[in-house]
């Protein structure tokens, strides 16, 4: 039996190892603005919440608290609704303040929290279901103009313009949802 159990977390640990790092593919960013990419960008960000929801529904805390790589599926799902929402707030800062230089936080400390390793994840999927109908209307709302405004990131001293902040986005919630879903193939936890 304990020979078993070894065997088993060796095989998890060789296959969690070989995890893709970016298994929906590298970020790509659509340097010019346009109409067409704007469109199909924001459709990314509405998405996110309902893809997010596929992708976890069904699992048993066991599989939710399953690494990949470095983060459970649990911290995934809840480091989404916290990126997400500081990209928000950055955008609102933005909108409203000339340049401004927003808060940065650290994500991998977050996820460390008691809510991101244990909490359940009704409360945060329900947060980002709320935050991206926000945040579509917010960026439906939105001039080419307003997309050329810029904030001041205070950790890597970049100046970032809202239209790469948007390019960034509907790719984030693709490439965590898309580590569930690995997860969920490598296993063969297929939905209920």
């Not at 947060?127 to 950790?155: C, I, Y």
Request: avoid cysteine.
């Amino acid at each position: 039996m304990i020979t078993a159990y070894l065997r088993e977390q060796t095989e998890i640990k060789i296959r969690m190892t070989t995890a893709p790092e970016t298994p929906t593919g590298p970020f790509e960013y659509v340097e010019e603005y346009s109409g067409a990419v704007r469109k199909k960008l924001i459709e990314g960000l509405r998405s996110t919440p309902a893809d997010l929801r596929t992708a976890v529904h069904g699992l048993t805390d066991e599989q939710l608290d399953t690494r990949y790589r470095n983060w459970t599926i649990r911290q995934i799902a809840h480091h989404l609704a916290d990126s997400h929402l500081h990209s928000l707030i950055r955008f609102k800062w933005t909108l409203t303040e000339d340049h401004p230089i927003i808060k940065a936080y650290e994500e991998a400390d977050w996820v460390e929290l008691p809510d991101s390793k244990t909490g359940d994840l009704e409360p945060a999927l329900a947060m980002l279901d709320g935050l991206h109908a926000k945040w579509v209307q917010v960026l439906e709302s939105m001039t080419e103009k307003q997309f050329q405004r810029t904030f001041l990131h205070p950790q890597s001293g970049e100046t970032v313009r809202l239209w790469m902040a948007l390019n960034y986005y509907p790719w984030h919630g693709r490439h965590h949802v898309g580590q569930i879903l690995w997860l969920r193939q490598e296993h063969g936890w297929h939905s209920a």
